[in-house]
């Protein structure tokens, strides 16, 4: 290859400095709603080298900011890409000054002493406005109310503002879904927070809802803040037993215990609904009657506890069992508030030990050995025994009934007894024959309506019987005659068949089971003259003839 001129050498050399950033300057801009990573605009340094020679990168080495942009180098255009790198605001700060250093990457060390190889250019953004969401202030809310306020109490107050150079109207709203019983409400217009219905700190101390911003003139901009409403507490429930108690004395009391002058039975304790401030400590005490009965006393712990003691050494069970002690219980709230609490105290008989065997009255009466447990058990035995008995006895005592129905007994003859028609062969006084007489046909003729009569026949009248007559045989024998002489009658009369049909009846039967072993006296053969459709028919009824004729 030719070598290079060294004159031509150093005049391409001193292209590699940068020309393009000598004297401009960047106005970019970007909106105070833009996100980190977003591009604000870019810048270019004109370098006629080519190749490696000709690659460029980009740095920004100074300006207020530093902090928020930053630059990459775009390899394939050349240019140095501003990004936005943090938030910026408009309110806040409205336009921000960048010093870009453009830098040749390779640069030969022959050529060092022609650099620098590079230049730097001033960058000019200005942050533009944007329609924000209004801003709380502060972020959070902590409210307090005393319990009991009743509906319309104040709360307190939320502020918001519009930050942006327009400044446009908020209006203020509850989140429902934070406060689905309607506690609260709030007013549209200045925020201030209003109770709906009275609370109660003991069902509910504190209550978390959240409250919405918005502009008047773009709703879609909204904030939302949470609120946390506590409510205070007034001395509003009086102290109670902090359980169901019931204590038991013993009716005498045992040896090692007769000196004592007061005989502890129970301890009892307190609880309050309300907060510590208006509960503990408890005061307990008996009302001014009770202070002077004989049977039972009460001592104050002064630790939210008391005890209760019996005054007398020995109690009768026959003449009372139970005792209710009436029990007052304060606070030391502002107002205080009080209570008075039944104690039942149970006498009962103990061993020599103290311990309880029975509070029942009725058990001082039973013998020694016997419990009432065992007592009812043993009765309960004796039921169940004469009840067996009493079963047994009763069966024993009923009738056995036979297996097999006697025929005098028989149901269904007795209901054929209760009968008075037909009672046998001989009886004709029972049956009455003119119920199988027609009555319409007592005093004349009548044809049957099925056929059409050639002409009439009137019967004799000497056969006719008498209408009230009861001689069955005369009857029958009437009415044989009357269809045998009536040709009207076609030949399914039921008389007429069952009288002349069959085995030794002068017209033979009337089957045509046997027809086919009876002799005929027709000639079948003009059925050859029919023609083919008659063919198959003469060829059966001619068939004996030729047969006859073969044999």
Not at 155 to 166: I, M, N
Request: charged share 25%; glycine share 6%.
């Amino acid at each position: 290859t030719k070598p290079l001129n060294v004159i031509q050498f150093l005049k391409k050399s001193a292209h590699l400095l940068i020309h393009a950033l000598c004297l401009g300057v960047y106005q970019m801009s970007i909106s105070e709603a833009a996100v980190p990573g977003e591009e604000a605009g870019r810048v270019k340094a004109k370098d006629p080298d080519i190749g490696e020679n000709g690659l460029v990168t980009y740095n920004i080495i100074d300006g207020d900011g530093i902090g928020k942009f930053e630059i990459t180098t775009d390899y394939e255009t050349q240019e140095g890409v501003v990004k936005l790198k943090e938030h910026v605001d408009f309110e806040k700060k409205r336009a921000y000054s960048l010093k870009v250093e453009a830098t040749n990457v390779h640069i030969d060390p022959k050529f060092i002493s022609n650099g620098p190889f590079k230049d730097t250019v001033t960058v000019k953004i200005n942050v533009e406005d944007a329609d924000e969401p209004p801003i709380f202030v502060p972020a959070t809310y902590v409210l307090e109310v005393e319990e009991n306020a009743g509906p319309g109490a104040l709360v307190g107050r939320v502020h918001a503002q519009d930050l942006d150079s327009k400044n446009s109207p908020i209006r203020y709203a509850i989140d429902r879904h934070t406060d689905l019983d309607r506690y609260f409400t709030i007013k549209p217009e200045d925020g201030s927070i209003i109770t709906t219905k009275s609370l109660d700190r003991e069902e509910l101390a504190w209550h978390n809802i959240s409250v919405v911003a918005s502009e008047i003139h773009n709703r879609h901009q909204e904030a939302k803040v949470p609120v946390a409403i506590r409510v205070l507490d007034v001395n509003d429930n009086a102290p109670k037993f902090a359980a169901s108690y019931e204590a038991t004395v013993c009716e005498k009391q045992q040896a090692n215990k007769k000196c004592l002058l007061l005989q502890l039975l129970l301890t009892i304790a307190a609880e309050d609904k309300d907060d510590a401030a208006n509960g503990p400590r408890f005061i307990f005490g008996l009302p001014p009657e009770m202070m002077q009965k004989p049977n039972f006393t009460l001592r104050d712990n002064r630790d939210n506890t008391a005890g209760i003691y019996a005054k007398r050494t020995s109690f009768n069970r026959q003449a009372q069992d139970l005792y209710f002690l009436p029990i007052i219980i304060s606070d030391g709230g502002k107002p205080p508030q009080s209570s008075t609490n039944v104690l039942t105290i149970r006498v009962c008989g103990c061993n020599g030990n103290g311990d309880v065997l029975s509070c029942n009255p009725e058990a001082y009466t039973l013998n020694a050995g016997l419990s009432t447990g065992a007592l009812i058990a043993i009765l309960a035995c004796i039921v169940i025994l004469l009840v067996i008995v009493v079963l047994f006895v009763t069966l024993k005592r009923q009738k056995k009934e036979p297996l097999i129905v006697f025929e005098e007994e028989d149901v269904r003859e007795n209901i054929i007894t209760y009968d008075d028609e037909g009672g046998g062969e001989e009886d004709t006084e029972a049956f009455d024959i003119a119920t199988l007489q027609n009555p319409d046909g007592i005093n004349g003729f009548i044809p049957r309506k099925d056929i059409k009569p050639e002409y009439q026949y009137m019967p004799r009248p000497g056969l006719r019987p008498a209408p009230n007559s009861v001689d069955v045989d005369d009857f029958i024998n009437t009415r044989i005659q009357e269809a045998d002489n009536d040709p009207t009658a076609p030949p399914y009369d039921s008389i007429q068949i069952y009288g002349y049909e069959g085995r030794g009846s002068v017209a033979g039967s009337l089957s045509s089971l046997e027809s086919a072993t009876t002799d005929s006296d027709l000639d079948y053969d003009y059925l050859q003259n029919w023609g083919p459709r008659f063919k198959k028919l003469a060829d059966l009824y001619g068939s004996k003839d030729i047969f006859e004729d073969d044999s």
